[in-house]
C-alpha cells in the first residue's frame, strides 16, 4: 500500500509559476505509475498528467503541454508537476495518485493524496 502526501500549491499571478511534489511512503513507488489529476470548484475530477514507472514515458493533458512537466525520483518516493505558465483556468485542487498501469484515467488509480490547492489570479 501505497500513502501519498502533495505539497507545493499556492496563490500565484498569471504567467507565473509553482512546481507540485507528491512525496509516497509505503512500499513499492517505483512499481507504480503516477497521475497528476486536478479537480475545479463544482466540477469533475480531470486527469493532467502521468509518469510511468521508469518515467520512460509521459503523457498530458492538451490543455497543459507545453507548460507543465511531470517528473518522478524514484529514489526519493517523489513524482513532481513543474508548471509555468500559469493560467487561471488552471485553478484547482491538484491530486498525485498511483496505478499500476500509465494511464489517464481516473479510475485506474487505487492511491489517492490529499489534494493541493492552487490558485491563479488574473
Known amino acids: 500500500q501505497v500513502q501519498l502526501v502533495e505539497s507545493g500549491g499556492g496563490l500565484v499571478q498569471a504567467g507565473g509559476s509553482l512546481r507540485l511534489s507528491c512525496a509516497a511512503s509505503g512500499r513499492g513507488f517505483a512499481s507504480y505509475a503516477m497521475g497528476w489529476f486536478r479537480q475545479a470548484p463544482g466540477k469533475e475530477r480531470k486527469f493532467v498528467a502521468v509518469i510511468s514507472r521508469g518515467a520512460e514515458s509521459t503523457f498530458y493533458v492538451d490543455s497543459v503541454k507545453g507548460r507543465f512537466t511531470i517528473s518522478r525520483d524514484n529514489a526519493k518516493n517523489t513524482v513532481y508537476l513543474q508548471m509555468n505558465s500559469l493560467k487561471p483556468e488552471d485553478t484547482a485542487v491538484y491530486y498525485c495518485?498511483?496505478?499500476?498501469?500509465?494511464?489517464?484515467?481516473?479510475?485506474?488509480?487505487?492511491?489517492w493524496g490529499q489534494g493541493t490547492q492552487v490558485t491563479v489570479s488574473s
Open positions: 495518485a498511483a496505478s499500476d498501469l500509465t494511464s489517464r484515467s481516473l479510475t485506474s488509480y487505487d492511491y
